[in-house]
């Protein structure tokens, strides 16, 4: 059962690129790397999916080594509004019976001015 | 806004009571996902429905069940409440059966006195 590990907390400053790192040790060979941001009171939000190497869209970009035991998401140039908790999931994208899902608690991240 | 809706946004009972919340998932979406989040606590995976059934099983206590309707919105049913049963509960919605990028809606705060 995959089981991801992350900071729970970071600080940053606007305008910074930020790069929250996430280990999956036991991630399995199907398994996708999805990443949501959670603001307070709020349902999460998909920010990006990859399987291997890097995958870029309009707000992120994510980084999966070869051997795919963590990934790294990049926020550039962050902003105030990018205060939020930052979610790492691994999971099967053709999920099996019984599969659950574990999100854990997050980074917690802080833009300041 | 995701297109999954809630309701209702707020509920507050006693101990030992039983509620009802509800979901709508995205036009077109099949699977229905519940989660649980206690203050200050990363997401819980509860249960997912795909197109009516049982698809995945989670951390679900067995005073809480849930069920996927043939209009494929779903009711979480919570009975013998208790203290700390109090939380927000989301739902999400996904078009397939395990796909990484899920649609969550804005959440129930459910509160028990």
């Known amino acids: 059962l995959a089981k991801t590990t992350q900071p729970i907390s970071m600080d940053s400053y606007e305008g910074q690129e930020v790069n929250i790192t996430c280990s999956h040790n036991?991630?399995?060979?199907?398994?996708?790397i999805t990443w949501y941001q959670q603001f307070p009171s709020q349902g999460p939000r998909f920010i990006i999916q990859?399987?291997?190497?890097?995958v870029t869209n309009e707000v992120a970009s994510l980084f999966i080594p070869a051997d795919r035991k963590s990934s790294t998401l990049s926020l550039p140039r962050v902003s105030l509004s990018d205060t939020a908790v930052y979610y790492c999931?691994?999971?099967?994208?053709?999920?099996?019976?019984?599969?659950?899902?574990?999100w854990g608690l997050g980074t917690s991240l802080a833009v300041n001015p | 806004d995701s297109g999954v809706t809630q309701t209702p946004k707020h509920l507050i009972t006693a101990t030992g009571q039983r509620v009802t919340l509800r979901c709508s998932p995205r036009?077109?979406?099949?699977?229905v996902y519940w989660y649980q989040q206690s203050l200050d606590q990363g997401l819980q995976f509860l249960i997912q429905?795909?197109?009516?059934?049982?698809?995945a099983k989670g951390n679900i206590l067995e005073r809480f069940s849930a069920q996927q309707f043939p209009d494929l919105h779903s009711e979480l049913n919570l009975s013998s409440l208790e203290l700390g049963d109090s939380a927000l509960y989301f739902c999400?919605?996904?078009?397939?059966?395990?796909?990484?990028?899920?649609?969550f809606g804005p959440g129930t705060r459910l509160t028990v006195l």
């Open positions: 999400a919605s996904s078009p397939g059966q395990g796909r990484g990028e899920q649609f």
């Open positions: 036009s077109g979406d099949l699977s």
């Open positions: 429905y795909y197109n009516g059934e049982e698809r």
């Open positions: 036991n991630i399995a060979t199907n398994d996708y």
């Open positions: 990859g399987y291997k190497t890097k």
């Open positions: 999931l691994v999971g099967d994208r053709n999920a099996g019976n019984n599969r659950k899902l574990i």
